[in-house]
């Protein structure tokens, strides 16, 4: 059988083996444009202010009234999963979760000194590290916390989501989670296989996860989402396959099917992995055809990237509309409002600017102390840069760049303006990925899983010379 003799006309269409293997590469997943990597030193609290007073005068002269988005780091994790990269803390003492959250308040009143307290926030997110491995009692203080700085939404209007671990949390955690106020919860998955669960050492049974999920679903959250991962030591079409069927009997509201970057390089714990236990190419490929066909033929929409969700989401019926956004969490509802990050490592992203907290908690902490925002990078978006991030962010969210969405300069149309880009475009049309006209660009059905290589035509950092190294061990495979 071939790798897609099993798929349905239109995943067909959406997975194409061949031209997969032809065309996959190392590159950006444009969560932010230009992206993280391009920040630098020079960018600071005072650019971070400069941004922020420049974002406020311009909604007065329009009188709107800018909510904000607000993301929530906490670091620390009880034990280390060997494929992760994100930024986390492996401790077993609690008492450092609040020495941070004492930090974290300091951050918190310097952003509302400069934001003004009392600021609409339509959207909250809490991600790690662990969120979880707060207790209820700290998670109750965080919460009455950004509730006196910060005016929150209603729970029907906003979107207060939380990422979960749930070997952290029982049934009954999850019932007090949504009575504190979330409405929306991401659980991690992984895989349910226990070979591919020890080597990567993350075990957790399906009973366990799956009961979290029924308790979310009895108490009442809006949203629940999954995450798994392809590519994982001892995976394959086989293992893999029982996982998805019970996720999709579980039937969550967002799936999630990461390809796993092996980047030990840049992540020490991946060291821990053995990369012979590792899928080869073609493993992976037909799993990620698995993923396509089981999903798409239970009913999920194929939303971007690797991204699933059912029709009736809020993330589905985004798409539908031309209103999906995209931010640091990928993708969203909301991400079209400034969005403050607090805690170690977070990026913010106000007005025409992009700005990262340092990394390291003995950072963090000196930048409180001394009383200053704890910014140690980020960039200030030259005019160029929001017409590529608006066009990259169309592309990623719609599949269609509409040249009339973008505020090019006066008298310049969109075929002048991305003369380069559109000549760059020619083999990516040839090979039936996408449509060029006069007035735009629409990607095709076959061009959507390779999304990040249409985009990355569009990125003029990458078309830059660059002195730090090979782009190979920057950015993980674009499928």
């Known amino acids: 059988m071939s790798d897609d003799a099993a798929l349905p006309h239109t995943e067909l269409e959406l997975f194409d083996a061949a031209l997969i293997r032809q065309l996959t590469l190392n590159g950006p997943r444009y969560t932010s444009y230009p992206t993280a990597d391009r920040f630098h030193g020079g960018f600071g609290s005072a650019e971070y202010q400069a941004a922020l007073a420049s974002l406020d005068a311009h909604a007065a002269a329009s009188a709107e009234s800018l909510a904000l988005s607000l993301y929530v780091h906490i670091p620390f994790c009880a034990s280390l999963c060997y494929y992760c990269g994100c930024n986390k803390i492996i401790t077993q003492e609690h008492g450092k979760a609040a020495e941070y959250l004492s930090y974290l308040y ?16 339509d959207q909250l997110h809490f991600g790690g590290g662990t969120p979880t491995y707060l207790t209820d009692q700290q998670m109750d203080e965080l919460l009455a916390t950004l509730r006196q700085h910060f005016a929150f ?50 075990v957790q049974s399906p009973e366990q996860t799956l009961a979290v999920l029924a308790a979310a679903r009895e108490v009442g959250f809006r949203s629940v ?135 390291t908690l003995s950072a963090y902490y000196e930048r409180l102390d001394q009383g200053v ?27 269609i760049l509409d040249y009339d969405d973008l505020a090019l300069p006066d008298g310049v149309t969109g075929p002048e303006y991305f003369a380069a880009e559109l000549e ?56």
Do not use: W
Not at 106 to 121: A, H
């Open 106 to 121: 300091r951050e918190i009143d310097l952003q509302t000194g400069l934001l003004g307290r009392g600021r609409s926030v």
């Open 153 to 202: 939404a209603s729970d029907e209007a906003g979107e207060f989501s939380i990422e979960v671990d749930p070997r952290t949390v029982s049934p009954e955690r999850i019932g007090v989670l949504r009575r504190q106020g979330f409405n929306r919860l991401s659980l991690g998955v992984q895989d349910f296989d226990p070979a591919v669960q020890l080597a990567v050492n993350r």
């Open 225 to 359: 989402s999954v995450d798994l991962i392809y590519g994982l030591p001892l995976q394959s079409v086989a293992s893999f396959g029982p996982t998805l069927d019970r996720i999709i009997a579980a039937r969550p509201d967002r799936v999630a099917v990461y390809n796993y970057a092996h980047m030990p390089n840049l992540f020490k714990s991946q060291k821990l992995i053995k990369e012979a236990d590792l899928p080869d190419g073609e493993t992976r490929l037909a799993m990620l055809g698995l993923c396509i066909g089981k999903l798409t033929g239970a009913g999920y929409v194929y939303i971007g990237m690797d991204h699933f969700a059912l029709p009736e989401d809020d993330l589905a019926r985004s798409r539908e509309v031309g209103k999906l956004q995209r931010n640091f969490q990928g993708y969203s509802t909301h991400a079209d409002a400034p969005m403050v990050a607090l805690g170690v490592s977070a990026i913010s992203a106000v007005g025409a600017s992009y700005s990262q907290n340092e990394k």
């Open 373 to 399: 925002l704890p910014i140690a990078r980020g960039i200030a978006l030259t005019a160029d840069d929001l017409i590529r991030r608006s066009a990259i962010n169309r592309l990623m969210c719609n599949f």
């Open 424 to 479: 760059r475009l020619q083999p990516l049309e040839a090979l039936g990925l996408l449509c060029v006209g006069s007035r735009g660009v629409r990607v095709r059905m076959r061009g959507r899983l390779l999304i990040r290589n249409i985009c990355m035509v569009f990125d003029q950092y990458l078309h830059q010379p660059r002195v730090e190294g090979p782009q190979v061990l920057r950015y993980s495979r674009t499928i």
